[in-house]
C-alpha cells in the first residue's frame, strides 16, 4: 500500500511535500516524493489523503483511562489532599461495569486525538483481561500498600501474574507517599525480572512537598489517619525519598510530575538523568495550580521529556494536541518541532520502542495519523518545504493548532476513518 499526503512530517527530518509512505504489512517500508515511491512500488494500492498532513502516531505516555468517567465530576479543590478525598468519595460509588465502560470510553477518545500508543495506569489489573484495546498499549499496575506494608509482596506478584500474558506492560507503585521501600524494591525485582517497564509519580503536589520536608501537611495529616508510618516524613524532599529507595537497580522509571522540586533535588536528579524519562501533563498541572514547571532545568540535566493528559478527573479531554498547546502556551521559546518530539520520538524512547515508533522511518510500525489541513491553522502552505527553518516550523506549528479529531489512522499497518 502506498499513502500519499500534501505533507509527511516524519519527525526524522524536515517535512516531505507531496509526501509518500510504503507500507508492506505491519512496517514502513520506505517514505518519499509521492512520485519516487510510486514509481518504486508500482502496482501498489495507492490511497491518497489529499490536503493532508500524515504524521507518526501520537503516544501519550501517562493516563488514568479508569476515570474518564469522572470528566467534569470532581471541581477544582482548595488542595491536593481535597482531590484525594474527592476523587476517593467518587471512585466508591463505581463498579467493575463502570470501569470497564470507563477504560473503553477513554480509549475511543484518545484514539479520537491521534494517539496509537498510550501508556495507561490502572489500579485494576483483573480488568484488563475483559479490555480489547483498540489502540498499542502499555499496561501499568497502579499499585499502593500505604494502609499495610505487609501486602507488598502479594500486590506485585498478583498484577505480574494479571498482566504478564500482555505483551506490553509494566509495574506503577504509586508515589513515596503512598508506596512503601519494599513494594518500589518489589516492583524494580519483579520489572528487572519480567523485562518490564516501571513508571511512578513523583513530587506531584505542594501537599507531598511539605509532608516529606516539614512533616506537617494536611497530606501527613490524611495518611497518618488511615494508618500510614510517618517516621520517613520531616527532614527530606519527596525525590530524596525516591532516590533513597535503596533497592540499588538500575532500571529507567517514566517519572510523572516532577511538579515540585526543590534546589538540591536537581544535583541529586542529575546522576540518573540520561536513564529516565519525565512526563509533564501541562493542563492537569494547570488544574492544580501547582508550582511552575521546571522544563528548562530538568531538560538541562539530560531528561527524555514528554507530554501527557492524565486522567479526566483532572482534564478536559485525552488531546495530545492540547497538551502541546497548553505547553506552548507556557514555554513559548521552545521549538514547535521539539514540542511535537514531546509525544512522538520522546515518548516512543521512554517505552523503549526508539527503534520501532515515533518516527516515519523504514522499518518503524505503520502508526500513522493524517490532520486534514483545511481544518488546521495552515490551510495554505508555502510552495516548498525543504530544510529551511522557517518553512518546516509552518508545518509543526500548524500541527500543534490543530483542534479537531483526527480524519483517518493507520495501526500496525491497517488503515481506518477515525472521525
Not at 1 to 25: F, S
Not at 55 to 61: K, M, Q, V
Not at 249 to 259: G, T
Not at 279 to 301: A, D, I, M, N, T
Request: charged share 25%; hydrophobic share 40%.
Amino acid at each position: 500500500m502506498i499513502i500519499r499526503a500534501k505533507v509527511v512530517a516524519t519527525m526524522d527530518g524536515p517535512p516531505i511535500e507531496n509526501g509518500a509512505v510504503a507500507v508492506l504489512g505491519e512496517r514502513l517500508a520506505d517514505i518519499g516524493k509521492f512520485s519516487d515511491v510510486a514509481k518504486k512500488y508500482s502496482g501498489e494500492e495507492i490511497v491518497d489523503l489529499g490536503e493532508q498532513v500524515l504524521l507518526p502516531g501520537l503516544i501519550n505516555a501517562h493516563c488514568h483511562l479508569d476515570y474518564t468517567c469522572l470528566r467534569g465530576k470532581i471541581p477544582r479543590q482548595k488542595s491536593f489532599t481535597d482531590w484525594i478525598r474527592a476523587i476517593n468519595a467518587a471512585k466508591a460509588k463505581l463498579s467493575v461495569d463502570d470501569y470497564v465502560a470507563s477504560i473503553n470510553e477513554g480509549f475511543a477518545e484518545a484514539k479520537l486525538f491521534g494517539t496509537t500508543t498510550i501508556a495507561n495506569l490502572t489500579a485494576f489489573p483483573e480488568l484488563v483481561a475483559q479490555i480489547s484495546e483498540p489502540i498499542r498499549t502499555w499496561w501499568f499496575a497502579e499499585l499502593i500498600d500505604v494502609r499495610d506494608p505487609s501486602q507488598a509482596n502479594e500486590l506485585v506478584d498478583s498484577a505480574v501474574e494479571r498482566l504478564k500474558s500482555r505483551s506490553r506492560w509494566g509495574l506503577a507503585p504509586h508515589a513515596p507517599f503512598t508506596a512503601s521501600k519494599d513494594l518500589y524494591r518489589r516492583c524494580e525485582e519483579a520489572a528487572r525480572r519480567e523485562n518490564a517497564l516501571l513508571t511512578t509519580h513523583l513530587a506531584e503536589s505542594r501537599d507531598e512537598m511539605s509532608m516529606f520536608r516539614e512533616g506537617n501537611s494536611e497530606l501527613c495529616e490524611f495518611l497518618e489517619d488511615i494508618g500510614r508510618d510517618m517516621s520517613d516524613c520531616g527532614n527530606s524532599t519527596p525525590v530524596e525519598r525516591f532516590l533513597e529507595r535503596g533497592s540499588g537497580d538500575e532500571r529507567p522509571y517514566l517519572l510523572a510530575h516532577l511538579n515540585e522540586v526543590a534546589g538540591n533535588d536537581f544535583k541529586l536528579l542529575k546522576k540518573s538523568a540520561t536513564k529516565n524519562s519525565i512526563v509533564h501533563c501541562p493542563r492537569s498541572h494547570s488544574y492544580f495550580g501547582h508550582s511552575p514547571f521546571q522544563f528548562g532545568k530538568l531538560r538541562e540535566l539530560g531528561f527524555n521529556m514528554c507530554l501527557a493528559t492524565d486522567s479526566l478527573a483532572s482534564n478536559d479531554d485525552l488531546s495530545l494536541f492540547a497538551e502541546m498547546r497548553a505547553f506552548q502556551k507556557e514555554f513559548p521559546d521552545v521549538s514547535p518541532d521539539e514540542i511535537l518530539k514531546m509525544v512522538t520520538v520522546n515518548p516512543a524512547c521512554a517505552l523503549r520502542q526508539e527503534n520501532a515508533l515515533g518516527k516515519i522511518r523504514a522499518g518503524f510500525i505503520a502508526d500513522l495519523v493524517a490532520v486534514p489541513l483545511a481544518r488546521a491553522a495552515f490551510a495554505k502552505l508555502p510552495v516548498r518545504l525543504g530544510p529551511s527553518s522557517a518553512k518546516s516550523r509552518s508545518v509543526f506549528q500548524g500541527l500543534i493548532d490543530f483542534e479537531q479529531s483526527v480524519s483517518w489512522t493507520m495501526i500496525d499497518g491497517i488503515a481506518q476513518k477515525a472521525a
